[in-house]
């Protein structure tokens, strides 16, 4: 069975700061892994995704994550916040099998003040 | 393209009666339908998988004679919470995956659910 673990329910970042959402995964198969955006009663937002190319995978909106197997690690970064990144973050793991399920993560909350 | 849709965005509703939530796909066929329910600052939990023209097939704990789902075409399934109560009120996301051999999943914007 696969799981996902987000490291951080919250983070706090000042505008034009670095941000980091911690993501660590387990699977016995290969994975794909997405990070996906919710703002406040909206649905899901794909960012970006990783399916086995390359490890460093660039999405919308200046994030990217990388993908990094003796970690069992896929972290979410982005050089610069704005204000409108406020937001819920969810990653996700999707095994490549037949169920093809997705399981995600418990999300983190990511506030930026200005 | 893959936009998702679902009806309503918001509904109300008294405790007993039934709500039917519908999820669409606007241009493409989805073969298979995912339900999803998603608890105020919680995570999403799958509720059920539905494929096209068969039963639903039900996560454990979601119970199927209450949470009523139909998949009549390859753009349209439904999820009918019947004799809703209180905490049933969540926010459900449906999503759609096209079929062969892609397993990309697109989300729809989630339908609020309050039961007074």
């Known amino acids: 069975a696969q799981s996902v673990t987000q490291l951080d329910s919250h983070v706090s970042v000042s505008e034009g700061t670095p941000v980091l959402l911690r993501c660590n995964y387990s699977?016995?198969?290969?994975?794909?892994l997405f990070w996906y955006v919710q703002h406040p009663n909206k649905g899901l937002q794909l960012l970006l995704k990783?399916?086995?190319?390359?490890?460093l995978v660039k999405g919308i909106n200046g994030f990217e994550a990388e993908f990094k197997k003796s970690e069992t690690s896929f972290h979410l970064t982005k050089p610069s916040a704005h204000m409108s990144d406020a937001a819920e973050y969810f990653c996700?793991?999707?095994?490549?099998?037949?169920?093809?399920?997705?399981?995600f993560g418990g999300g983190t909350r990511l506030m930026v003040k200005p | 393209g893959a936009v998702v849709s679902q009806h309503p965005s918001r509904v109300i509703c008294k405790s007993g009666t039934s709500v039917k939530i519908e999820c669409r796909s606007l241009?493409?066929?989805?073969?298979?339908m995912f339900w999803y329910r998603q608890f105020p600052k919680q995570s999403l939990m799958l509720m059920a998988t539905?494929?096209?023209?068969?039963?639903?097939?039900?996560e454990q704990g979601v119970e199927k004679d209450k949470f009523l789902i139909n998949h009549a075409s390859l753009t349209l399934s439904t999820l009918t919470v019947t004799s809703a109560h209180p905490e049933d009120s969540s926010f459900y996301i449906c999503?759609?995956?096209?079929?062969?051999?892609?397993?990309?999943?697109?989300f729809g914007p989630g339908t609020r659910l309050t039961v007074t």
């Open positions: 999503s759609a995956r096209v079929g062969g051999g892609t397993y990309e999943q697109y």
């Open positions: 699977s016995s198969y290969s994975p794909s």
């Open positions: 990783y399916t086995s190319a390359a490890t």
């Open positions: 996700v793991v999707r095994i490549n099998n037949a169920g093809n399920m997705l399981t």
């Open positions: 241009d493409f066929q989805a073969t298979t």
């Open positions: 539905s494929n096209e023209g068969s039963k639903a097939t039900y």
